[in-house]
């Protein structure tokens, strides 16, 4: 038995994964994955069934939902970024190392697009008998707001922006408020969980202009999907080529709303260093610096 | 009062299981009960007050927290698994011994027919004078939707099972997820509410094809139920024979879904036992080995 | 100051109740107060803005909620039974000394007519507008059903009565179920949360019939303020005679969903008792026990 | 390095605020600004979308949930009161000192203002579209009310500040039943959470009179700011000049809410400065006394 054990454990070894960041790829993209497929979807029962299966409250908290069960899949490995602004907030503010920047938010492109055609695949029948055939992007047929957000009739463009910046602003500021310790302090374990309240309060709330995508991966990937599954490039064209703002919105909120956190609140927390300052005689204590 | 005491201790002894495998196949037919009378039942109400005391919020939500309160009464027992595609999970990938399996899957069957019948019973008036003493399958005065799933109109046979392996990966991905102490971590005692919110997520996303049974239990159990008890054996031929779906879609789907997790997630966690082998000669650190 | 401290100190001493009975009590009576005013609130929002601010989601949520603040305010001093079906269990499964009974019963009662009338002046102009100053029973002006519950058109007294048993024995058997450490094991502090879910649910569910009330007080001391406060005694005889119904079986229902949970559940955990007598040879393992 | 490093650290330490109230002041302006922008943000989005992408349950969560993110992001430094009426009654109860009042009071004022002109910003297209570039205080194209609360037109003044007391008394009875650790105790970190739940059921049961705003600043400085960007000083007298009772009835019943818990559950805890004393002759059963 002893040579077929090893045999065996070499087996599994050949799959494990030894670097760390390639796990960590790995698992944002499976979270970009969960989030699509389970976010988009919600999206998809409500527009799809005209409503009678879901509405502002279950595509509210189903998205909310998608991002908590991304989070619990992956946390424990890559943090559940699940979100480029996220990822470039972090590396901003030293929470990550820049190198893993473009893995990070590579696999998170990756993850949303092969979401967007899982969903398309289990709602193929769906969408298919919606508009006789047809896949529109406006109208009260339309599906492609399904996969990616489109911006209401009155917005302008300066607005647009300003929204996806403040939206995202507000998103960064209460996850760095969520995972502060030193604050008020979110049981180890349940911050998935209040993550999950943050998004449903600001998508019932700063969700009308323009859907509140507030994550490019989110958005772009699957408005790509979208365009080469037969919806059409019209996709980027419509509301004044209205694609880049969930894009490039986010990355200034993120870091925004990050530096409003840092400067409002964390930076002014008692300093444990200098309270802490006699312990140098004792520098074993190394293993206590797992930060989250 | 010696002898007494030991009468009433020994009466009280005669009522209690020995067997480990007995009392996990009662708490089994309890929890499947439970959630069936009351998932079920949050159907119930929707259907028979046409809407005016129930909807997709409360069926959704209804349907999530019965499985909470299923896994709240049986966890510590059985696990709470209440579904026979979760049972055969465990057994796969190791975490339940396969003798086991069909005393499982038995006493969810048959706790899934009870709870049918049960529910029947308190909506009895309620199901008489819905369609004038009538039990329909189909047409706005169906009530046979209230046990068993059936399929959109637009479904196609294949995208039906394409769907019910989907849902159901995505469940035991996530509930595998969720038990994962080396991730995140679920809070211990709270699992059963994050499975609940799983829940809330997949029916409002993936809910909209076939109701979103991923239970072979909660399906066919009511199905033979309603079959009986006044619907008539056409329960199994509507929607093309639609009724093996939710039976055989869930037990592959569980398999893909435990696979995926463990093979993204689980196998490239950091082995305890490579890294705790060296550590022998410093061993007073072991308690310090509690990362998260 | 020594002197004035004295005082002082003798002041507050006289205001402090000495007898632990005297301090349940009390606290019995604040928590059915707050779940009438919060709970039955709810419903009068719902009723007397004829749906536009309220309906099935946020009478079930706030009701479910209005329990869970009840809870916490009273849960470290008497329990928080806020239930005379609760009490009754309680004694009737050696979990509560039965001389305490009346007490208990008497406070919820007496809590929950205060209670009834505090809405009342709450919403008095609300009221009086809702139906030109008429106070109804019946029809779509009614509006005593914001503070007692009647049964739906179809429904027969067998099948109310059985409706009361079945849902209270529901929500016994769960509510043992969450305080049992045994068993899953709700985390301390979270039990309020856990019941309030277990409320949302069962109102989801088994609400359509006549309400739900699942406890006396609940029921029988707001339809006694209705009768005196100007809709007449009629809410006595409406539903033929249905007042005794939420009064007799939800303590039948509770005494037998005890039951149920204590013969398949409960009993069969393995003793503490026994299984701590040999360990004596082995002490040091004792903290490694905990075992969940 | 080292003097750069040094000069770097003495530019931090210019930001970083040395005064304990200081921190206090500009985390009191923060949280009341989060819970302006998100929560009546809430209220915007039903608004605007004339209830298709928001309603009762949108608000009532977005505003309980922009409420415990603004205790979240401040807790830990300033307690997160964001509402006079809490300072006040902090104060009323020797929780907080009086000379830090006007301080907390003039953050929170400050920080809705500054909050209703941000949301005003975000929604700036939205409200000129609304109704055809009017800002308009009654009638169906109205939106002074996504800023300000006003009455229900069958209120009476009476009515009106007996509402306000009544709610607010039951928001302070039972935030100190929250925070009470010698009663049923809320886990530590999830108070935010409980605290939230009680917003929802306040605001589905008391909210019907007069929109529930139990917080002087919440009403008060989005009141001032429409009047001062467009809505006019009718905001101000509309509704018998109703614009002070959310100012003055929340301060009443904060004082009668803190009385009632205290009176009737927090002064009967077992006093342990007492019951602590004479057990010194057996030191042993210290660690038995953690009785729930």
Redesign the interface.
């Known amino acids: 038995m002893q040579p077929e054990k090893r045999r065996k454990k070499s087996l599994?070894q050949r799959?494990?994964?030894k670097s760390s960041l390639a796990?960590e790829t790995?698992?944002e993209?499976?979270g970009t994955f969960?989030m699509i497929?389970?976010?988009?979807?919600?999206v998809?029962?409500a527009v799809?069934?005209r409503g009678?299966?879901?509405?502002?409250?279950?595509?509210?908290?189903?998205f909310a939902?998608?991002v908590?069960?991304a989070?619990?899949?992956?946390?424990?490995?890559s943090g559940?970024h699940i979100n480029p602004a996220v990822s470039f907030a972090m590396c901003l503010f030293g929470r990550m190392k820049w190198f893993k920047l473009p893995f990070y938010v590579g696999a998170q492109f990756l993850g949303a697009f092969v979401g967007a055609a899982?969903l398309f695949?289990?709602?193929?029948?769906?969408l298919?008998?919606f508009a006789g055939g047809k896949l529109l992007i406006v109208g009260e047929n339309a599906t492609a707001q399904i996969f990616a957000t489109y911006p209401?009739p009155?917005?302008?463009l300066e607005?647009a922006f300003?929204?996806q910046v403040?939206a995202t602003m507000?998103l960064l500021?209460?996850v760095f408020?969520?995972f502060?310790s030193?604050?008020?302090?979110?049981?180890?374990?349940?911050?998935?969980?209040?993550i999950?309240?943050?998004i449903?309060?600001?998508s019932?709330?700063?969700?009308?202009?323009s859907g509140c995508a507030m994550n490019p991966a989110r958005d772009l990937s699957p408005r790509l999907f979208t365009a080469l599954a037969g919806w059409g490039f019209e996709v980027f064209t419509t509301g004044k080529n209205f694609w880049w703002i969930p894009v490039v919105g986010p990355l200034v909120g993120a870091a925004i709303g990050g530096l409003?956190?840092v400067?409002?609140?964390e930076?002014?927390?008692p300093d444990p260093d200098l309270e802490a300052e006699p312990p140098e005689d004792k520098p074993e204590k190394c293993?206590l610096s797992?930060i989250m």
């Open positions: 599994k799959l494990v994964l796990k790995l698992s993209f499976l969960i497929v389970l976010g988009c979807g919600s998809a029962q799809l069934s009678h299966f879901g509405g502002i409250v279950t595509t509210n908290v189903g939902m998608s908590v069960m989070i619990y899949a992956t946390g424990g490995v559940g899982t695949g289990i709602y193929y029948d769906g298919m008998s209401s009155y917005l302008s607005n300003a929204d403040v507000f500021m209460l408020a969520i502060d030193r604050n008020l302090g979110v049981p180890k374990g349940l911050e998935p969980i209040v999950g309240l943050l449903i309060v600001i019932s709330s700063l969700g009308l202009n409003v956190y400067l409002i609140i930076i002014h927390h293993e797992v």
